[in-house]
């Protein structure tokens, strides 16, 4: 009697490992021995295992999906990168608000993969992330989305301007009541820069900020309940920046250029 799919899939890692292998190309045995870092003996009976259920086929010693197995592993790996990124820090993203994040985008929430919850110092809590910063002096760009400004922040866009780095930043609309009220000598010697580009977004936002620059993705997210936490996510990889990028401009549809004030 063959198994159900799902324990086919699911109940060995070697089996799993071994589609998630095949899914871009073939790829001959010792590839895969080589991959798995077993040998031979302890593989063959998953690989017919596979090939029972019309998952892989093979021709001599290389290996593929077939129809079937293709169709089920590109949708397997999106789930199982899902599953990666919240299995690391499943308490903080359980008990964080990530319903700002459009449906479309959400789904795509594997490329997040390799995402880190750090937990600022005490004295690095009001000022910009040191991560961020250093990938930020090495890109041609930095973009964000927020609420609130760091302690620091007329030191990082004087810095920014320095080094030639466009910014986009969008503020929400209690911020840019608060910079006009309580900063507004400060605040309006940046607006109007050549490379400097503020709007204010009409929606609500239910985060603390969100920033990215070419090479990582920076969020300070609000909890679920009425509480300070002051963890941070940052994640360094080229499809959590394409994420970010589509993020922005979910925002930025809503948003209105800050030309003069």
Not at 155 to 171: K, P, R
Not at 210 to 216: E, H, R, S, T
Request: one cysteine or more; charged letters at 25%.
């Amino acid at each position: 009697m063959k198994k159900p799919l799902l324990d086919v899939l699911f109940m060995s890692e070697k089996r799993k490992e071994v589609l998630l292998l095949l899914q871009n190309e073939a790829q001959g045995m010792e590839y895969l021995l080589r991959s798995l870092d077993t040998t031979r003996q302890a593989l063959l009976p998953q690989i017919r295992i596979l090939e029972e259920h019309y998952l892989i086929s093979h021709d001599k010693d290389t290996y593929e999906l077939t129809t079937i197995g293709k169709l089920i592993v590109d949708e397997m790996a999106p789930l199982l990168n899902t599953i990666k990124v919240f299995d690391s820090n499943v308490d903080y993203w359980g008990t964080h608000n990530i319903d700002f994040i459009p449906p479309a985008l959400l789904k795509r929430i594997n490329e997040l993969e390799g995402c880190m919850v750090m937990t600022p110092s005490l004295t690095e809590m009001h000022y910009l992330n040191k991560e961020l910063h250093k990938y930020t002096l090495k890109s041609k760009s930095l973009y964000g989305v927020i609420r609130i400004l760091s302690s620091d922040y007329q030191e990082i866009l004087n810095q920014l301007l320095e080094n030639d780095i466009d910014v986009y930043v969008i503020i929400s609309k209690d911020l840019f009541h608060k910079l006009l009220t309580d900063d507004y000598a400060t605040f309006s010697r940046f607006v109007g820069k050549e490379l400097l580009h503020f709007f204010v977004c009409s929606q609500e936002m239910h985060f603390v900020e969100f920033i990215y620059n070419d090479y990582c993705v920076f969020m300070r997210l609000l909890p679920n309940k009425d509480s300070f936490d002051p963890k941070v996510v940052l994640v360094s990889n080229p499809t959590a920046v394409k994420w970010a990028q589509d993020i922005f401009q979910y925002y930025l549809k809503d948003s209105t250029p800050i030309t003069e004030i």
